[in-house]
């Protein structure tokens, strides 16, 4: 990967999957995409943020780490080659993003 580097809850480097040109599919998204697509037609910026949701969310540093782990190979492999392991872990990365967000920004 000629990506760069983004540092991991434990101080390790996790290497972030170079920006595609273009980000987004020149087609329209689909439900055939599957569910998690938005987290899949990130560009190097929104990679990075996705990790800082990660290492701030509700999960042992071990999870986190296997988590933005397993986001960097996704990306790699996307569009092309995603399986139903990767849907469990983009449904994963989902929820404890989303549980993150909501616990944080939700709240009025």
């Not at 020149?26 to 800082?52: M, R, S």
């Amino acid at each position: 990967m000629n990506g760069s580097k983004a540092e991991d809850i434990d101080g390790s480097e996790v290497e972030l999957v170079a920006e595609q040109e273009p980000s987004v599919p020149a087609a329209p998204i689909t439900e055939n995409d599957g569910p998690y697509w938005y987290l899949l037609t990130v560009d190097k910026e929104e990679q990075k943020t996705l990790f800082q949701y990660i290492d701030n969310c509700n999960a042992s540093d071990q999870e986190k780490k296997a988590m933005k782990q397993s986001m960097a190979d996704i990306w790699s492999r996307y569009p092309d080659n995603i399986t139903e392991e990767d849907n469990q872990t983009l449904e994963l990365v989902d929820t404890k993003v989303g549980e993150y967000l909501n616990d944080t920004y939700g709240k009025t």
